[in-house]
């Protein structure tokens, strides 16, 4: 029975059900701004409004210096999220507005006579996340949750997730020659081998990728273009409970702007790049807001293309000038429907379409770290073409009953890669051995993944004693990758097949989620939650062709396991501004069947490999300082991993394995400070020490060996100064990044050879002007063109000194042009 059809009907039957009392309901309602059922307390501003952000699931900002001092009455019963909040100011001088991305803004009109705000300094805005599923300051989130802001990263000339993650220490993306890679963080990873994702990728409350090892699901994590983004939330550590499998190390959000039932506006975007060595790159993008009714209904679009110009060449049979090249669109729809006080329903639809000429890498010679050849070179015997479509759909209905929030979120996911590697430096020589010359040899493969699922989840109304969220969740995943390997043999004897490969898998999953908050006091509150999965797999391949021999290898397998993590977590409010938690979490990756071959030695490889896991233990601590002008949130984690997923060999195939295990200890660091309105610093930093503490055999690796791809320190800095030109806003800013060294293997291995990247340190500038019709941004990236190696990949050559890097893009400037109406 597949899960599309039973998905659908769940929904239609949620919505259904609630039919006759939406009917009963006056129109008067109907046609007013939807209610939520309120429950604020009087006091404190500050808090009135941090509880209103909770309960109402609404996206407010507002300046901490604006609200402090003053009270409220605060404010009780079911109202419209607007009249909720004009009762809470009620009596103050603040006002309200709509953002430009749809968030009410909470502001003063002009200064407030007993608080001049002219000599004070202008402290951080509050900053609202959604990593817990509910809407909180982040500050009052009882773990490491970074927020990166649209607006931030566009200034920056940031395009895609390479970009996006490059300013988060701790956050590390081994590079893929053109999109995605393996995204990890706080150094949990295996390197190349990495078979499933450690970090689960979400675009809003959507699941996106795979969770099992077929169809390159450790590979694609969602490379999404500024598609209409609010922000990214970065969650660090195991998030299993509430996000499942795949996320034992962290998860990372895509938060989208919402359709704003009140206004209809836009903007159109225009820019353009030049790369030092490589060619001009050009970007366009619009959004449109349309409210059909107003309160009721509203639909927005969004629509981008980005032209690469690429900066990698290559030499040979496959020459050209910046092979990298290509382009990148994306379209987005969103639909917002309130028609009664207590229903929400958000339809989204999302397409992405990547394609590029060729892959970024350079020939490197291991031994020394430098060029093979010239610079950003490789030998090709060929093209190697590469694109990406992904479409998203996703569909959230949403019931307040008060007591309580139900939400069903259906999704459907579809992604189709095809992609083609030159190998003729590999198997070239073992063809001239044979007497065959070939001019390429090409390795063609197509991937797909498919992905539907639903969830239903209850959440309890915020702001009391006893807080609980539970959920179900159904998911069913489907992956194909399908390759063959040939050789264009010179002499005119054509194209040679050597080996055909087919491979599927299934994987179905049905879980059952739930956390309690107990609120002990006011300033202690202790967490804990828990997640009950069922996983059933099955996987098939078949190879034929010269390299298999001349009977096809054709297998099979299935596997099923039920997985369990934990969640527990204290925190403790010391002050108005300061509070410190201690958090224990569980995650794990799923397990799957081996294919077991004809002569594959039952003795190495087990029918099936176990899901590893890990226990992580934090203990942090997040405050706003010095009159509200210094934020700072630190974290101190030591990670227990076991049953470490690896490759194993059998008869020569390759199979997975749990071996060996890790300790990660490590130390993150974030501060923002605002001494005046006119400065704002920024630093974040991130300490890892990651080993194996047994031996792993199918990494060939020692007990005591660190783990791969990840600098033991990382670090960014940054400083933007606000000022007029001509009484225009403007701003001018720069940062550094600094990446500490790293390995791309294990030191004595065989397998995954010990190939040392330096350090490296990347510095940015970016400057802007704002003339109310339309604004400009410049940036530079990489200003002094420092040459930093990201990532290292071998086994592409038959010389076993020659591999190939992907290196951090040359100096780029760019300007962009945005025109709101």
Known sequence: MTLRPWVIAGTCALIGGLSTQTQAQGQGQGQSQAQRSFDVAAGDLKSALDAYIAQGGVQLIYKVDDVKGFATRGVQGALAPQEALARILEGTPLLTRRGDDGAVVVYTAAPVVTRPTTEEPQSLDSVTVTATRRREPVREVPM????????????????????????????????????????????????????????????????????????????????????????????????????????????????TNQPDTMEFAGSVKFGTSWTQGGGPGFTTGAVLNVPIKEDVAAVRFAAFTDQVGGSYDATGLGRGRNIDRGHTDGGRVSLLL???????????????????????????????????????????????????????????????????????????????????????????????????????????????????????????RSG????????????????ENDGVLSANLNGGLGNKTFLTSTQFSRYREEAAYGDVTWNVTPALSFTGGVRLARNEQRYGSKQSGTLVGPVDANASGTSSESPTTYLAAAKYTLSD????????????????????????????????????????????????????????????????????????????FVFVTNAGAARIKGGELTLNYKPSKAWRFTANAALIDARLTEDAKGLDAKAGTRLPQTPRFATTLGVTHNFSIAERPAYFGVSARYTGKRDAGYRGSAVIPSIKMPAYTVVDLQAGIDFQRFSLAAYVRNLANKRGILSIDTGLSANPNLVQAALSPSRTVGLTVNVPF
């Open 144 to 255: 490491q949750v970074n927020v990166m802001k649209a607006e931030t990263l566009e200034r920056a000339g940031a395009r895609n997730l390479a970009d996006y993650v490059a300013e988060q220490p701790g956050v590390n993306l081994t590079s893929s020659g053109s999109v995605g890679g393996a995204l990890t963080m706080r150094g949990l990873t295996t390197g190349p081998v990495q078979g499933i994702a450690t970090v689960g990728v979400y675009v809003d409350d959507v699941a996106t990728g795979l969770s099992s090892a077929g169809a390159l699901s450790g590979f694609t994590p969602l490379d999404m273009g500024m598609l209409d983004l609010n922000h990214i939330e970065v969650l660090r550590g195991p998030q299993g409970t509430l996000y499942g499998a795949g996320a034992m190390s962290g998860v990372l959000k895509y938060v």
């Open 338 to 460: 309130t028609p009664t006080r207590e229903l929400t329903v958000r339809l989204t639809g999302m397409v992405q379409d990547v394609h590029r000429k060729g892959l970024g890498f350079e020939d490197i010679d291991k031994r020394t770290g430098r060029p093979w050849g010239p610079e950003r070179t490789r030998q090709l015997g060929g093209n190697e073409s590469y694109s990406n479509k992904t479409q998203l759909f996703g569909l959230d209905v949403e019931y307040d009953f008060g007591w309580a929030r139900l939400n069903s979120i259906t999704s459907a996911q579809d992604v189709k890669i095809g992609n083609s590697v030159d190998l003729t430096a590999l198997y070239g020589p073992s063809l001239t051995a044979m007497r065959l010359s070939a001019a390429s040899v090409p390795l063609a493969s197509t991937v797909e993944q498919h992905r539907v699922s639903q969830e239903f989840r209850l959440t309890s």
């Open 464 to 479: 009391t004693t006893i807080e609980w969220l539970a959920g179900v969740y159904l998911n069913r995943e489907r992956g």
């Open 577 to 652: 501004t300061s509070t410190m938690y201690f958090r224990a979490a569980s995650g794990y990756r799923p397990g799957g069947p081996n294919v077991l071959k004809a002569d594959t030695d039952r003795s190495i490889v087990q029918p099936m490999y176990k899901s590893d896991s890990l226990w992580s233990y934090e203990l942090g601590y997040k405050a706003d300082l010095l009159d509200r002008t210094l934020s700072l949130e630190a974290a101190l984690y030591d990670i227990e991993w076991r049953d470490v997923q690896q490759p194993t060999r059998s008869g020569g």
